[in-house]
């Protein structure tokens, strides 16, 4: 009888994930799809231009923008994330983990507007103290403030996946003559490939979601930046800026807005799965 109840919790438990996001999916399409009826879905998704005033609807440089911003901070961060994963795991002492570990998991707990005020506070005026011909407020600002947001995730997940790799991988390199630093990188390392991809998938999702941290230190420029320190507006701060005073058909738009930010999510996710599969 008991383990019937749990079978029948634990399936419980899963048709509710799948309702929830069926619910989200349909809310979406059936908003959107009226919408895209009403406006080109070609103007819509490669124009340039945003006055919803004149109801001109184009979030083709939201879209780079998002794309840049993503991209940028998965570039900076991933390997920073990777790499202190391997030390927390291989090479960390345990009287330094025990400070370490507790720190990277508060870093992931604090608020994005936290991030936001931090990135308003001190790295917008670095920059600008670098490079005195800009406001600071930018897309490598804000892919700066992404890297930072995704290190927690990467590295607690790739961590599990590191010290869940057999020790027999690390000794037997070990006894064949590797260094400990080769052992590492060549034996447990290619094992645990399929945690440290999950790892960055989630980082690619936390990072293309955000919104908040983002908007406070990106500029909000609807353009296609074509220098690092242009400034942005993304899918997420686009939605964000605009909902609170949006009605009819800027309200709708909006919403479809939310519909490829979420087709854009599935497919990133589509195409790491793929490649997880493929590698394993």
């Known amino acids: 009888m008991k383990d019937h109840f749990f079978k029948i919790l634990f399936a419980f438990?899963?048709?509710?994930?799948?309702?929830?996001?069926l619910m989200i999916c349909s809310?979406?399409?059936m908003n959107a799809i009226p919408t895209l009826q009403q406006i080109s879905i070609v103007d819509f998704l490669f124009g340039f231009e945003w006055y919803p005033e004149h109801e001109i609807f184009g979030i083709f440089p939201m879209i780079v923008g998002s794309i840049y911003v993503t991209a940028l901070?998965?570039?900076i961060g991933v390997p920073i994330g990777i790499f202190s994963a391997?030390?927390?795991?291989?090479?960390?002492p345990k009287h330094i983990q025990k400070y370490v570990l507790p720190a990277v998991?508060?870093?992931g707990a604090i608020p994005s507007v936290v991030y936001g005020f931090f990135g308003i506070i001190v790295v917008v005026p670095v920059l600008h103290t670098?490079?005195?011909?800009v406001s600071g407020k930018s897309l490598f600002a804000a892919a700066i403030i992404l890297s930072i947001m995704i290190l927690p995730t990467i590295i607690l997940v790739s961590k599990s996946a590191i010290d869940s790799v057999p020790t027999t991988y690390f000794e037997g390199a070990l006894a064949l003559g590797a260094s400990p630093e080769r052992s590492v990188f060549f034996a447990v390392l290619p094992a645990a490939k399929s945690g440290i991809l999950a790892s960055v998938i989630l980082g690619v999702g936390r990072a293309i979601g955000e919104a908040m941290a983002v908007m406070m230190v990106a500029g909000n420029q609807v353009q296609i930046p074509s220098h690092l320190l242009d400034g942005v507006r993304t899918l997420t701060t686009?939605?964000?800026l605009e909902m609170g005073y949006s009605e009819g058909l800027h309200r709708d738009v909006l919403i479809t807005n939310g519909v490829v930010l979420f087709v854009f999510i599935l497919l990133i996710n589509m195409s790491?799965?793929?490649l997880k599969k493929e590698k394993v």
């Open 86 to 92: 391997v030390y927390l795991s291989q090479f960390c």
């Open 73 to 75: 901070a998965i570039l």
């Open 130 to 133: 670098i490079f005195d011909e």
């Open 272 to 274: 790491f799965n793929a």
């Open 27 to 29: 809310f979406l399409l």
């Open 105 to 107: 998991e508060l870093l």
């Open 238 to 240: 686009n939605i964000v």
């Open 13 to 21: 438990c899963a048709i509710i994930s799948i309702v929830a996001v």
